[in-house]
């Protein structure tokens, strides 16, 4: 079983392994490396997932269609209600069928971060990596949240969704508690 607990919409989070995660989790000095949206559940109690993955093979990398049977690391709900969490999976289903490739000059990126290197995104426009896919479905889904990450959804890296994502999700559920207490 994957999560008990876990809904469509909801966001999963997993910490680095292997190489490429370690440097992911280093560069981003957060321990999680890879992020994904949830769809739906299968019979057999895996998620059919939508995530951007690193492939060496160019055709299959990128944002994709997955089956995760593995417990995550983190969830969270950022969707307050269904219309959000409907325009969530819409936009995170679109981009697995537009198939954007992989974004490894944004892993560049990342690695350089560790030696206080800074640069600028670049490499192709519509090249994304698993946190990226998720900040665009996640924006498309709520106005509110490009201002209240603070960045482009481009610019958004696994660390940065789970930590500013958790910080939201937080303030939301305040909100409501004042708005029902009143």
């Not at 206080?116 to 949240?145: E, K, N, W, Y």
Request: hydrophobic content about 40%; aromatic content about 8%; charged content about 30%.
């Amino acid at each position: 079983m994957v999560g008990d607990g876990i809904e469509p919409g909801d966001i999963g989070f997993s910490t680095g392994k292997g190489l490429l995660g370690r440097l992911i989790t280093v560069g981003t000095e957060s321990v999680y490396s890879h992020t994904w949206v949830y769809h739906s559940r299968n019979e057999d109690g895996s998620w059919n997932t939508v995530e951007a993955q690193p492939i060496l093979n160019r055709a299959e990398d990128g944002v994709r269609w997955r089956v995760r049977t593995e417990p995550p690391s983190k969830t969270l709900r950022l969707w307050r209600n269904e219309d959000e969490r409907e325009r969530l999976l819409a936009e995170s289903e679109r981009l697995a069928e537009a198939e954007f490739p992989y974004n490894w000059s944004e892993v560049l990126r990342m690695a350089l971060h560790v030696f206080g290197i800074t640069v600028q995104r670049s490499g192709d426009p519509d090249a994304m990596i698993c946190s990226q896919h998720v900040a665009l479905a996640l924006f498309a889904a709520r106005q509110d949240m490009a201002d209240r990450f603070g960045m482009a959804a481009y610019d958004v890296w696994p660390g940065r969704l789970a930590e500013t994502g958790e910080r939201i999700a937080r303030d939301d559920r305040a909100r409501e508690l004042v708005g029902s207490a009143s």
